[in-house]
């Protein structure tokens, strides 16, 4: 959440908002001063809404002259700035503990002061109050070939904020991470320094909360709060789109923490030179730190992290049923979500077993938002497959071994059969020029493995697999260019 405390918000908040604004101040008086002061009692002011008190409670009058003395004046100046509150702090101290502190016990506590001085758990923000889910963290992340770089920034900017890459600037499909690996950002700064401030927010609140502050008058306030940053997360800039006035908003904001070597870090679901209608010079400054981009996860990828959100849910699958959805929930880790818990509660609900079949039936819907509506016959395969090669329909059917430009792509088209319909090896064989089930066993393992070890075959088949899948007629233009061709 923010440092603009809304009147909803407790004054417990207030001083804890205070406290932070203490402990970064005035680090250095952590351990003798700032640890001493507690909070006794708060109250509104009645009359005056904008108004209330905050009773503290300090260990003797020594404590008491001191804290007017040194920070009195920048609490309330604070106070009226960030949180656009009046406070009058009443200082209570017990008169029976009140022996001033003298030298002796003042050293003492200056000598087991540490260089890490320890502040308080208590005043520590919770992701969830920043508007981040707390479970998106780096370690619950799959990386992989689609998203290695993406992860390795990620992490580097946690180790060296606003110094390496600045802004970070990421891009890909729906469901492909983005929002994760920025949060995880967040979360992992949040825990490592309590003090500073992290503001996440989509461009959609951004934009709603700046027309607010503009409604209210509190133009100020909302600046202050996005340009005091450490660390400035804007999710989904793409929604930005078409608006000058939050755009240049924006732009000064930018600048600003540029400027003051503070962390930016951006999404969109494309890259900057697609975002048609964001004015220029906010756009080159987009594009003026790392721009990353997170693809489709490939078949190994997708295993991995359905075993990942399969261990998570205590769901278990065979590995055969694995290898079928992995084979088609592909261009979304939300579909491979839903997919889990959809078979997660048919497991538990109905105690059945989960065969491919089941799998076919249950996850209809979420198959079909990926065009995914039915197993390509054998014929289909075959006519794509020789098409992809450019050989003959008849030469792949063919009884006839035929030269290695021939045997390749049958071999291909008959691990696809394998993979993609539920026919018996026998079945296969017999569209492939009466071949044994062993013949077709073989193809099947031989392009199984080659797929591990030779780039190629690897992307054949899932070019294929897509062409078969239909999913080409599903994916917007921009999320094909994410993937090799
Ligand atoms: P985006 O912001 O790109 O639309 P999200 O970050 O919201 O995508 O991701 C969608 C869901 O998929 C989230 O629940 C997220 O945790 C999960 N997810 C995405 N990528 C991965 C990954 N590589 N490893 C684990 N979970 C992932
Ligand atoms: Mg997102």
Known sequence: MSKTVQTEDSLEEVWKEVQRFLYREFPQDTELWLNEIKLHSTREDKKNTNKCFLFLSVPNEFYKEKFEERYQKAIQKFVRSHLNREIQLEIL???EDSEPSNTEQVLQILQTNSSHPHIPKSIRKEPWKLGMDPKHLFQNFVMGSSNRVAYAAGLRITEALGLEYNPFFLYGGVGLGKTHLMQAIGNKVLKENSLLEISYITSEQFANEYILSLKKGLVHNF???????DLLLVDDIQFLEGKTGIQEELFHTFNMLKNSEKQMVFTSDRPPKELKTIVDRLLSRFTSGLITEIKVPDLEMRKIILKKKMQKTNVQLSEGILQFLAERLINNVRFIEAGVLKLKSIQELLGTPITKAVVQEELKEIFEIQNYTSNPSIEEIQRIVSDYYKISYEEIRSKKRG?????????????LAKELTEKTNAEI???FGKRNHSTILSSYKKIHQEQSHIESTQNDIQQLQKKLLKKESFLKP???RSKKH
């Open 93 to 95: 101290y017990d008169l």
């Open 223 to 229: 600046r202050l709060k996005y340009r005091n940053s």
């Open 403 to 415: 030269g290695l430009q021939i045997t390749k792509p049958r071999q291909v088209a008959i691990y």
């Open 429 to 431: 064989g017999r569209e």
């Open 478 to 480: 921009q999320k094909l």
